[in-house]
């Protein structure tokens, strides 16, 4: 007997997103209300500023729903495809200077 098992997949939402979705779904991920996500950023921002850091960097890491791949993971393929394709090929020379 197949069993389909369905994984939970941090992701940023689109459903009850406000700015880019990371609350909504770190929310959704741990079953917790969104705006308690949002107002533990907010404390957290108030006493240091690390609340932003933290919401920056889950922007920056977490997938948008519907995407596999995050702005970062996204940013390093293209950046790795640039460095792979060189106007040079093996057989010319590079110019010198």
Same mark, same amino acid.
């Given at each position: 007997?197949? @069993?389909?098992?369905?994984? /939970?997949?941090?992701?940023?939402?689109? /459903?009850?997103? =406000? =700015?880019?979705? #990371?609350?909504?779904? +770190?929310? @959704?991920? #741990?079953? +917790?209300? &969104?705006?308690? =996500?949002?107002?533990?950023? *907010?404390? +957290?921002? $108030?006493?240091?500023? $690390?609340?932003?850091?933290?919401?920056?960097?889950?922007?920056?890491? $977490? &997938?948008? @729903?519907?995407?596999?791949?995050? =702005?970062?993971?996204? $940013?390093? *393929? /293209?950046?790795?495809?640039?460095?792979?394709?060189? &106007?040079?090929?093996?057989?010319?020379?590079?110019?010198? &200077?």
């Amino acid at each position: 007997m197949s @069993e389909y098992h369905s994984s /939970k997949q941090l992701r940023r939402t689109h /459903k009850g997103r =406000i =700015i880019a979705g #990371v609350c909504s779904g +770190v929310g @959704e991920y #741990v079953g +917790v209300d &969104p705006n308690i =996500i949002r107002i533990g950023l *907010a404390i +957290v921002t $108030l006493f240091g500023g $690390l609340g932003i850091g933290v919401y920056a960097i889950g922007w920056l890491l $977490l &997938p948008e @729903e519907g995407k596999d791949t995050s =702005i970062v993971q996204d $940013l390093l *393929a /293209k950046q790795q495809q640039k460095s792979t394709t060189s &106007p040079w090929s093996d057989d010319d020379q590079r110019p010198r &200077p």
